[in-house]
């Protein structure tokens, strides 16, 4: 039996549940300095003035960084998000923003200092609400298309026998990591080694070397462990820059750890959305256009569009399709990608507004996606590189026993309690990138991987041997990986869940190219793997070392979706009607799995980040300040145990085979997509009060 598609543990599950896996605040390095920073009070405006002199005084202190001070940072080449660079000017442009970074050889001491710190501002009004200043939307082309159009939407409108069209609205939500981001940066000898909570070093890597004029090979980034990231550890960002250039220029090495607060404005956030889709629509359901449109905030100085209407281009068959992404700039830190970014918010809007279509149709839910089911990619054209939505929407509905649903609203009870159960498609687009790996075998028959990728708590520790293991026909437990480090052979980052699909494909390259070299080695036709070392020593070697790389050039001419079909089940006491899901099934197209285990995980990880999306998360920003009024976990609320039913995710069986060389597509956040809507329609089904907009509250259902 192939090594692949065994469920084995994680490596790293005993350390990681223990509280045993270091993180980069828990790494012992002799001589650290500590690292706090000093942020602004004001969403706009300048400092006036900023005096460290009372800061200097603290036993300890040994230096205090200022925009007055800090070396000049070069122009950021590579990774998004720092067009606006940090303490180098006085200008402020969002509350939170780091004005100061005092560095002393205790911690409590750089606490001390920098409430010592004395700044004085000339403060602007500034602009937080993005939906009240709609007229100031623009068009931002950096990142994908903002705009997409196929077919004539008004002549489909204009002929449809319904037509529904609805204003949808998700909220603020920032990702919480259990680890907040932090960064150890070693001064050794003019190199700089930074230890980092990140999820992509080499991109850490690009930004520090061009910020601080720095050959690359005078940089190097690694990371172990890595708490959780959800994509706010996907880009690099200022306290990266900042610690790596107090350690520069102090020749010293420095840390710094967010404290939870300022990862709130640290790094990015998932923008709010405010979509518009309209969909026209037969008597019988079937789509003859859909208009999505879809504005988020972005920051004065950066740029990031939340492709809300993205996923529309893609899941279902209409003649015509229209999306469009603007943003509006606002006094605010930059938003950036987070779990499930685009696809995310996006079908939270087209899926409530089917379950709209549905009600009025008269079909039920899952009718009506099959009738208007896309058999090749109705924007651009192409073929699927490989798809089983239907079989996902016919498990999914199996396992939920969707059959026995009753129609209309407030129709199933269980004493005062309404259950409603809705449904909803996920999509989430293929995300691929090139990546590099070296596999050894030694003398002694371990393997060993090489590949700069990161841990996130994805389980890429064991897939990535299981990957190896079984193209080199050796057991598993033979096999470990480096991982990691940029002198590592390069790796993506991680995110897009991507990881699997892309660097598992260079490890499955360079295992099977050493098996090919193995065997010509050997000078036989074949080779078993219990010979491998006699190959070795027959050749006097100790070792042999082989490349190995993947990069996405084939398979463009396919359309590459992740999909998958959500079903929930929420139950509201009538008297207070507190929404509460009671369970929730997701069936998934995904492509091969590596291991059903760590990949099960990923999926029901990602319902449950979707309950937080229906139910919970809600990043409120002070009107006036700018200043978001909860930075902390007690007032940002996520699901925790209580708010987690039975949750279970599924797959159909499939092998993608232009995707990515292992026949995986990816699984990190599509289960992420569909679950709001779902909810939001279970909600409907029990309450007959349609939401439109999440985190669904109880004031909405009263
Ligand atoms: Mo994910 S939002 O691509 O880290």
Redesign the pocket.
């Given at each position: 039996m192939s090594v692949i598609g065994t469920p084995l543990v994680r490596r790293d599950a005993r350390l990681k549940v223990t509280g045993a896996a270091p993180y980069v605040g828990d790494l012992v390095v002799p001589g650290v300095l500590h690292g706090v920073f000093v942020t602004s009070t004001i969403a706009r405006g300048r400092i006036a003035a900023i005096d460290s002199t009372a800061a200097l005084r603290i036993p300890g202190i040994v230096q205090v960084f200022t925009h007055e001070n800090m070396p000049r940072f070069g122009k950021i080449k590579g990774v998004p998000g720092q067009a606006f660079l940090l303490m180098q000017a006085n200008e402020i442009q969002y509350e939170g923003q780091y004005v100061a970074f005092v560095v002393a050889e205790t911690l409590m001491g750089a606490r001390d200092a920098a409430r010592l710190v004395e700044i004085s501002y000339v403060t602007e009004h500034p602009r937080v609400d993005f939906r009240r200043h709609l007229e100031l939307e623009e068009t931002v082309t950096d990142f994908a298309e903002p705009d997409t159009s196929v077919g004539d939407v008004r002549a489909g409108l204009a002929a449809a026998d319904i037509t529904i069209s609805s204003t949808f609205r998700t909220a603020d939500r920032h990702h919480v990591p259990m680890e907040p981001a932090g960064t150890l940066a070693e001064w050794r000898n003019g190199d700089l080694l930074l230890h980092d909570a990140t999820?992509w070093g080499y991109g850490v890597r690009m930004v520090i070397s061009s910020a601080l004029g720095l050959p690359q090979e005078r940089v190097r980034v690694t990371s172990t462990y890595v708490g959780g990231?959800?994509?706010?550890?996907?880009f690099a960002w200022p306290h990266q820059l900042i610690i790596a250039a107090a350690a520069m220029t102090l020749e010293r090495s420095v840390r710094g750890i967010l404290p939870r607060a300022l990862t709130f404005t640290g790094h990015g956030y998932q923008p709010a959305t405010e979509q518009e889709v309209t969909l026209g629509a037969h008597r019988d359901g079937t789509l003859l256009a859909i208009r999505h449109r879809s504005v988020n905030p972005t920051s004065i100085g950066d740029e990031y569009p939340e492709y809300a209407a993205m996923g529309t281009r893609s899941v279902y068959a209409c003649p015509a399709i229209e999306t469009a992404t603007r943003v509006v700039r606002v006094n605010r830190n930059v938003p950036?990608?987070?779990?499930?970014?685009h696809e995310g918010p996006g079908m939270v809007a087209l899926e409530i507004a089917m379950d709209e279509l549905a009600v009025v149709a008269g079909v039920d839910p899952v009718e009506l996606r099959l009738r208007n089911y896309a058999e090749t990619d109705p924007t651009s054209g192409l073929p699927f590189s490989s798809k089983a939505l239907r079989e996902c929407y016919r498990i999914g509905a199996e396992k939920f026993g969707w059959a026995a649903r009753t129609p209309a609203p407030r129709s199933m009870r269980d004493g005062s309690t309404l259950i409603g159960w809705g449904m909803a498609t996920a999509l989430m687009t293929t995300?691929r990138f090139g990546s590099a790996a070296r596999v050894t075998i030694r003398r002694d028959g371990r393997v060993v991987i090489e590949t700069g990728t990161q841990e996130?708590g994805t389980g890429v520790l064991t897939i990535m041997p299981q990957i190896a293991a079984d193209a080199l026909g050796v057991p598993v437990d033979q096999v470990d990986l480096i991982y990691g480090d940029t002198d590592l052979p390069e790796a993506g980052?991680?995110?897009?869940?991507?990881t699997t699909l892309s660097v598992g494909s260079a490890v499955l390259d360079a295992a099977t190219r050493l098996k090919a070299r193995l065997i010509e080695l050997g000078g036989e036709p074949e080779l078993s793997p219990a010979e491998y070392t006699e190959v070795l020593k027959l050749r006097g070697l100790e070792q042999l070392t082989i490349d190995g790389g993947w990069s996405p050039q084939q398979g463009n001419e396919y359309s590459m979706q992740c999909f998958g079909a959500v079903f929930a089940e929420v139950r509201v006491d009538e008297r207070i009607p507190i929404p509460r899901v009671s369970r929730c099934v997701g069936c998934y197209s995904v492509g091969r799995i590596i291991n059903p285990r760590t990949a099960r995980s990923q999926l029901t990880g990602g319902i449950i980040w979707g309950i937080g999306q229906a139910l919970l998360e809600d990043s409120r920003v002070d009107p006036v300040t700018g200043r978001y009024l909860s930075k902390n976990l007690s007032g940002y609320l996520i699901p925790s145990h209580a708010d987690v039913p039975a949750v279970e995710a599924y797959w159909a069986e499939e092998h993608d085979p232009h995707a990515s060389a292992l026949g995986a597509r990816g699984v990190?956040?599509v289960g992420a997509v569909g679950v709001g809507p779902a909810i939001a329609n279970a909600v409907f089904h029990a309450t007959g009060v349609r939401v439109r907009e999440v985190p669904i509250r109880v004031e909405m259902l009263l």
């Amino acid at each position: 039996m192939s090594v692949i598609g065994t469920p084995l543990v994680r490596r790293d599950a005993r350390l990681k549940v223990t509280g045993a896996a270091p993180y980069v605040g828990d790494l012992v390095v002799p001589g650290v300095l500590h690292g706090v920073f000093v942020t602004s009070t004001i969403a706009r405006g300048r400092i006036a003035a900023i005096d460290s002199t009372a800061a200097l005084r603290i036993p300890g202190i040994v230096q205090v960084f200022t925009h007055e001070n800090m070396p000049r940072f070069g122009k950021i080449k590579g990774v998004p998000g720092q067009a606006f660079l940090l303490m180098q000017a006085n200008e402020i442009q969002y509350e939170g923003q780091y004005v100061a970074f005092v560095v002393a050889e205790t911690l409590m001491g750089a606490r001390d200092a920098a409430r010592l710190v004395e700044i004085s501002y000339v403060t602007e009004h500034p602009r937080v609400d993005f939906r009240r200043h709609l007229e100031l939307e623009e068009t931002v082309t950096d990142f994908a298309e903002p705009d997409t159009s196929v077919g004539d939407v008004r002549a489909g409108l204009a002929a449809a026998d319904i037509t529904i069209s609805s204003t949808f609205r998700t909220a603020d939500r920032h990702h919480v990591p259990m680890e907040p981001a932090g960064t150890l940066a070693e001064w050794r000898n003019g190199d700089l080694l930074l230890h980092d909570a990140t999820q992509w070093g080499y991109g850490v890597r690009m930004v520090i070397s061009s910020a601080l004029g720095l050959p690359q090979e005078r940089v190097r980034v690694t990371s172990t462990y890595v708490g959780g990231g959800f994509g706010s550890k996907g880009f690099a960002w200022p306290h990266q820059l900042i610690i790596a250039a107090a350690a520069m220029t102090l020749e010293r090495s420095v840390r710094g750890i967010l404290p939870r607060a300022l990862t709130f404005t640290g790094h990015g956030y998932q923008p709010a959305t405010e979509q518009e889709v309209t969909l026209g629509a037969h008597r019988d359901g079937t789509l003859l256009a859909i208009r999505h449109r879809s504005v988020n905030p972005t920051s004065i100085g950066d740029e990031y569009p939340e492709y809300a209407a993205m996923g529309t281009r893609s899941v279902y068959a209409c003649p015509a399709i229209e999306t469009a992404t603007r943003v509006v700039r606002v006094n605010r830190n930059v938003p950036t990608p987070m779990r499930a970014p685009h696809e995310g918010p996006g079908m939270v809007a087209l899926e409530i507004a089917m379950d709209e279509l549905a009600v009025v149709a008269g079909v039920d839910p899952v009718e009506l996606r099959l009738r208007n089911y896309a058999e090749t990619d109705p924007t651009s054209g192409l073929p699927f590189s490989s798809k089983a939505l239907r079989e996902c929407y016919r498990i999914g509905a199996e396992k939920f026993g969707w059959a026995a649903r009753t129609p209309a609203p407030r129709s199933m009870r269980d004493g005062s309690t309404l259950i409603g159960w809705g449904m909803a498609t996920a999509l989430m687009t293929t995300f691929r990138f090139g990546s590099a790996a070296r596999v050894t075998i030694r003398r002694d028959g371990r393997v060993v991987i090489e590949t700069g990728t990161q841990e996130i708590g994805t389980g890429v520790l064991t897939i990535m041997p299981q990957i190896a293991a079984d193209a080199l026909g050796v057991p598993v437990d033979q096999v470990d990986l480096i991982y990691g480090d940029t002198d590592l052979p390069e790796a993506g980052g991680t995110f897009g869940s991507a990881t699997t699909l892309s660097v598992g494909s260079a490890v499955l390259d360079a295992a099977t190219r050493l098996k090919a070299r193995l065997i010509e080695l050997g000078g036989e036709p074949e080779l078993s793997p219990a010979e491998y070392t006699e190959v070795l020593k027959l050749r006097g070697l100790e070792q042999l070392t082989i490349d190995g790389g993947w990069s996405p050039q084939q398979g463009n001419e396919y359309s590459m979706q992740c999909f998958g079909a959500v079903f929930a089940e929420v139950r509201v006491d009538e008297r207070i009607p507190i929404p509460r899901v009671s369970r929730c099934v997701g069936c998934y197209s995904v492509g091969r799995i590596i291991n059903p285990r760590t990949a099960r995980s990923q999926l029901t990880g990602g319902i449950i980040w979707g309950i937080g999306q229906a139910l919970l998360e809600d990043s409120r920003v002070d009107p006036v300040t700018g200043r978001y009024l909860s930075k902390n976990l007690s007032g940002y609320l996520i699901p925790s145990h209580a708010d987690v039913p039975a949750v279970e995710a599924y797959w159909a069986e499939e092998h993608d085979p232009h995707a990515s060389a292992l026949g995986a597509r990816g699984v990190g956040e599509v289960g992420a997509v569909g679950v709001g809507p779902a909810i939001a329609n279970a909600v409907f089904h029990a309450t007959g009060v349609r939401v439109r907009e999440v985190p669904i509250r109880v004031e909405m259902l009263l």
